[in-house]
C-alpha cells in the first residue's frame, strides 16, 4: 500500500511540474513575433536612405513563417518570383541571386519583438554588408529598418508594410 502511494505522489509531483512547464515553454514559442502574410509598401510612412538614394526593397512581397524559417517572396515586374529564406535557428543561410550568394544569419531580440537579420553578399565590387531590423509595430504593419552598405559609405531607411 506504501509503494502505490509513493509511486502515486510522483506522479502527482511529475504531473505537477508539466503543468507549470508545458505552459511557459509554450509561451515562449508564441511570444515570437509573426510576420506571416501579404505586405505593401506604404511609401507615406517610409523614410528613404540617408545620403538620397533610391527606395530600396520597396513594393510588395508575402512572407510565410513556420517554428523555425522565414520565407520572402517578392516578385519582380517581369512577373518572375524571388524567394529569400532564413533560419530563425541564429544558423547561416545561404540565398542565390542573380547578383550573386548572399549569406544570413537572422536572431531573434530577447523579447522575441524584433527579428534582426546579417546579410553578407560578395560581388565584383567587393563584399557588401546590410541589416535588417523586422518589428510589428501592430498587427497590420511592419516596420523594416535596414543599415547596408554602398559605394557612397554607409547608409540606413526604414521601411514600413501594411498588411492586405
Known sequence: MK?????FMKLLSLTMMLALIVPVVTNA??????FAGSWTLNEAKSTMPEGGGGMRGGGSFVVTQEANLLTRTTT??????????YTLDGKESVNTSARG?????AKWSADGKTLN?????????GERKSTEA???TDAKTLSIASTFTTQDGESKMTIVYDKK
Do not use: E, F, Y
Open 3 to 7: 509503494k502505490n502511494v509513493s509511486n
Open 76 to 85: 519582380g515586374q517581369d512577373g518572375t518570383q524571388r524567394v529569400t529564406k
Open 101 to 105: 550568394d548572399s549569406k544570413s544569419i
Open 117 to 125: 537579420i546579417a546579410t553578407t553578399r560578395t560581388t565584383d565590387n
Open 134 to 136: 523586422w518589428s510589428l
Open 29 to 34: 514559442q508564441a511570444g515570437k513575433a509573426n
